[in-house]
């Protein structure tokens, strides 16, 4: 009985919350402003259940050297300075602890896991141990979808010729993956053609600038392309060495990221939806498919999920909760958040994706993490420190495009002229940042 006692008083409970979204999807923003409202609770209009107080905060020092820790007071630092957190360069996670008034008897425990969105597509390497199998998915995903056969064409050609160059191999990949860029594919595996570990992406340019300035894999030393099987039976000696850069990759760039995702008892999917209507309906179906690739992984019915759950045992029916969240909601006029038209289109572009995790429970929501705006009243402006012609940050009073009823069929890049704004939060580290809605999502995670 003693022992059951001081178990019960010793309960905690923990969660692990991963935050995605695409890159410049806001996610390090988010943890930021979310830790420092639990950090210093009571000062930032954050609202918990009826009255819920949280206390005993107290920050829980990493183990080990991966993920590596999540700078918070870095980035709290610079929103106050004025000044965006920069983007994401490796996957990090900050872990924390705190008491709810209204758990007697529990502490909860939180990590928060940020990564950069790129890494998504890595997800067929992280459920193949084998290169053999991945080649063979790899490619069966080319030639099964118009668009990815039409982008690795040359290269199909190439694979299925008798004797198979190692340099011209990797060339012509990496020209597959230049044109898939191009046109706004989600599939660019391995991601660290996109997304470097360095944090450079890949800069605009033509197919053969994009091929010659990026190595499809680790360096430009450890590259690796997909074989069918009939050209590994031909070229045992390439096959072989493919296999090696592949598994070192594997190990060192998808595994470690997987393995956390997997984790997640809560998933928060930020979606940027003043940047999806500003970029054109090329961004925004790119950004569709990103978030469609993901749950497709997450199904544990799906080909892959179910890879996933054989090799690397992942999804082990931990995931319960996926918060759908509209950020920057700052950036949109409150009059089209009183509307309801920004969680309208919200709902509309994630709602197959929710339906693909029956057995979780989903809910949608509207948030700034760091909200940066002012609405002026009466008319469709905001006054903001706009990111454009103003050196000198000062506020100034723009105007916001209003949002669609619906995504509309089709719409150019310009068409909703939307801007970014620089950060607005106190230099006092006491008050955290502004926040709409920020305190919702964490309602809904933390439960
Ligand atoms: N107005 C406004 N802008 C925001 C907010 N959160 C993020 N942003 C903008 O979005 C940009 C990207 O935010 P990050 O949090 O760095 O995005 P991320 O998803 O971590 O991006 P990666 O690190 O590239 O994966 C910022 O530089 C800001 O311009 C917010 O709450 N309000
Ligand atoms: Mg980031």
Redesign the pocket.
Known sequence: MKSFMRNALNLRQHNNVVVT?I????????ITSLVSHLMEFGQGHFHVGKGVDITDFREIPSRGDWPPYFTHSTFREELARGR??Q??MDCSQYTCQFRRSDWMLHTQRMSFF?F??ERIADAAIAAFNSYSQWSDHVLSHFSRHHDYARAAGPYLEYIRGQKIETQRLLALYRETLARLILAYKPLITPSVFLLDQQGQTAAPGTVEEIASSRPAGLTAGRQFAPLPEKARRDNPELARKMSVEYRIYRKEVALPVFENISQAGSLVV?VDIPSLLAGGVGRYNDNRQILLDLFEIMRPRSDLGTLLLRYLKFWQKRLNRVAFVA??A??VHPMDIENRRLIGLLRMMTERAGKMLPQVKSEWFVC??????FPVSGVRRLKGKIARDNPGREFKEYSVPELPVTWPENWSAGDYPFF??YPDAPENYLIPPRHLGLDRVFEFISS
């Not at 890159?23 to 988010?30: E, P």
């Not at 700034?368 to 705006?373: M, Q, R, V």
């Open positions: 979204g890159a410049g999807g806001g996610k390090t923003v988010f965006w957190p983007k994401t940020d950069p969105g930020l950020a920057k700052d950036l700034s993490a760091c909200h940066s705006t970014r704004v």
